[in-house]
């Protein structure tokens, strides 16, 4: 199956802070998309993004399909951005179900 | 609904009980996937529902574990002699098809 891995694993950022997450997938997709986890455990969609650049307030992310990776920018961080951040593929060979990897854990401090 | 709703939001069962966790999805998603998240891991999908078809459950992890959705809306979740390996949280997830997942806030099973 396909395999998703997602750097850095774990993130400390001081409020106001700008940062990047990266995940690479070892296969072809045609589904991307980018989770928040809150740290109350729930899972919120920011991005549906196989390919191209969306941009959603402080939040924007780009997908590279044909060089296999995906970019998360995170610009002016703030608390309420702490969690797990989790990119899921839809690999070409299968129906339609998610693959998630391994997430990036990050903190925001005042 | 709003949302995908999910319940019980937690269950506390003892080794060997059966259980069943429901997820009610967005209204009109026809499709309706569930996942198991373990302690300090990303959600691993189980199986995958299109209206009342089970169209993939290769991620069941034995026969003890059985989801149904009879008639293309609410589904069930069911676990036969839980054990404590099957302590996790169970989340349930609704689109259109192939388009954006939206998650229920999940139960969380502990097997004693």
């Known amino acids: 199956g396909i395999q998703v891995e997602q750097s850095p694993p774990d993130l400390i950022l001081q409020e106001g802070a700008n940062s990047t997450l990266r995940c690479n997938f070892s296969d072809s997709v045609n589904n991307l998309q980018w989770f928040h986890q809150n740290p109350w455990g729930q899972l919120i969609n920011l991005f549906y993004i196989p390919s191209g650049t969306k941009q959603n307030g402080r939040l924007s992310a780009t997908t590279v399909a044909t060089e296999r990776y995906s970019l998360l920018y995170i610009s002016s961080s703030q608390t309420t951005d702490s969690g797990v951040y989790f990119c899921?593929?839809?690999?070409?060979?299968?129906?339609?179900?998610?693959?998630f990897g391994t997430g990036t854990r990050l903190q925001v401090t005042l | 609904g709003a949302g995908v709703s999910q319940s019980p939001r937690y269950k506390v069962a003892k080794r060997g009980q059966d259980v069943a966790l429901r997820c009610d999805p967005i209204?009109?998603?026809?499709?309706l996937f569930w996942y198991q998240q373990a302690l300090g891991q990303g959600p691993e999908f189980l199986t995958y529902?299109?209206?009342?078809?089970?169209?993939?459950k290769s991620g069941l992890p034995s026969d003890r574990f059985f989801a149904e959705r009879p008639e293309g809306s609410v589904s069930t979740l069911k676990i036969q002699r839980t054990q404590q390996e099957d302590s996790a949280v169970y989340l349930c997830?609704?689109?259109?098809?192939?388009?954006?997942?939206?998650f229920g806030s999940g139960t969380q099973l502990s097997v004693l």
């Open positions: 529902f299109q209206n009342e078809a089970q169209l993939d």
């Open positions: 209204s009109g998603h026809v499709s």
């Open positions: 997830a609704s689109s259109i098809k192939g388009g954006k997942l939206f």
């Open positions: 899921a593929v839809q690999w070409s060979g299968t129906a339609s179900k998610l693959t």
